[in-house]
Structures are given as structure tokens and as C-alpha cells.
Nanobody, 123 residues
Framework: QVQLVESGGGLVQAGGSLRLSCAAS????????MGWFRQAPGKEREFVAA????????DYADSRKGRFTISRDNAKNTVYLQMNSLKPEDTAVYYC????????????????WGQGTQVTVSS
């Protein structure tokens, strides 16, 4: 089993940057592909970014390409989401998740979830 704890959220002005971290428990972190999702009030959870077990491949939702970067450090059991040029519409609770699948963008194919971290972007 994997426990995930996100951190790094907060309040930032439009155009600013934040770096989210997700620390995983256990010794099998490198066995899981990882993803970031977000959920804004009144909206469904949506995919943000994903990364393979080794970190060799990544994918992003179209609206985040070029602004967000997902990375991981398997030695530290941590996955990151660097967010630049933030917009008010990026305001949401951000969740990291782990999947035993090789790679997926679907939330229902992730096995473990963190509790989320709030990101608020002011205009």
C-alpha cells in the first residue's frame, strides 16, 4: 500500500509559480506511475499530468502543456508538479495519485490518492 501526502499549495497572484510536492510512503514508489489531478469547486476532477515509473515519459492535459512540468525523484519517493504562469482558472484542489498501470490519464485507473492541497490564484 502507498500513502501519499501533498504539499506546496497556497495563494499566488496570476502569473506566479508554485511547486507542489507529493511524498510517498513505502519502498515501492518506483513501481508506480504517478499522476496529478485537480478539482475546482462544482467541477469534476480532471487530469493535469502523469509520469511513468522511471520518469522517462510524461503527458499533460492540453491546457497545461508548456506551463506545468511533472517530475519525480525515486530516491526521495517524491513526485513534483512545477506550475508556472498560473491563471485564476488554475484554482483548485490538487491531488497526486499512484497507479500500478504502466501509464494512464484516467482517474479511475489510479489506485492511491493523497488528501489534496489547495492552490488559489488571484487575479
Amino acid at each position: 500500500q502507498v500513502q501519499l501526502v501533498e504539499s506546496g499549495g497556497g495563494l499566488v497572484q496570476a502569473g506566479g509559480s508554485l511547486r507542489l510536492s507529493c511524498a510517498a510512503s513505502g519502498r515501492t514508489f518506483s513501481s508506480y506511475a504517478m499522476g496529478w489531478f485537480r478539482q475546482a469547486p462544482g467541477k469534476e476532477r480532471e487530469f493535469v499530468a502523469a509520469i511513468t515509473r522511471s520518469g522517462g515519459s510524461t503527458d499533460y492535459a492540453d491546457s497545461r502543456k508548456g506551463r506545468f512540468t511533472i517530475s519525480r525523484d525515486n530516491a526521495k519517493n517524491t513526485v513534483y508538479l512545477q506550475m508556472n504562469s498560473l491563471k485564476p482558472e488554475d484554482t483548485a484542489v490538487y491531488y497526486c495519485a499512484a497507479t500500478r498501470m504502466i501509464f494512464t490519464l484516467r482517474a479511475d485507473e489510479y489506485d492511491y490518492w493523497g488528501q489534496g492541497t489547495q492552490v488559489t490564484v488571484s487575479s
